[in-house]
């Protein structure tokens, strides 16, 4: 072999050695990559689930707590009631 030769074929198997190591650092980083993404999409997905329960929760305490408050309202809307027409009643006055 001319040492010419010699020069061009290690530098060929330099070039091939530095593309192969670019190509599996570029793998590597794809694959951390799109865990990255999947982590995030799962978290994303777990807040959807966490804010869908939140308000089915939010529903539930609006309809435990309108229960005491409405009747309570009832109940001051009969006492109105009963005092209204307490007072329309005419007083009966007796003569003795």
Do not use: C, W
Not at 3 to 17: D, G, M, V, W
Not at 18 to 47: D, N
Not at 76 to 81: K, V
């Amino acid at each position: 072999m001319f040492p010419q030769e010699n020069s061009l074929f290690f530098r060929l198997l330099a070039l091939i050695i530095v593309l192969t190591s670019v190509s599996v650092a570029e793998i590597a980083l794809q694959k951390q990559t799109l865990a990255q993404k999947r982590q995030v999409s799962q978290l994303f997905q777990q807040l959807d689930i966490l804010d869908t329960e939140r308000a089915k929760l939010f529903l539930v305490t609006q309809e435990l707590g309108a229960a005491p408050i409405l009747h309570s309202e009832l109940v001051r809307s009969y006492r109105d009631q009963e005092t209204r027409s307490a007072s329309r009643l005419p007083q009966h006055q007796s003569r003795r």
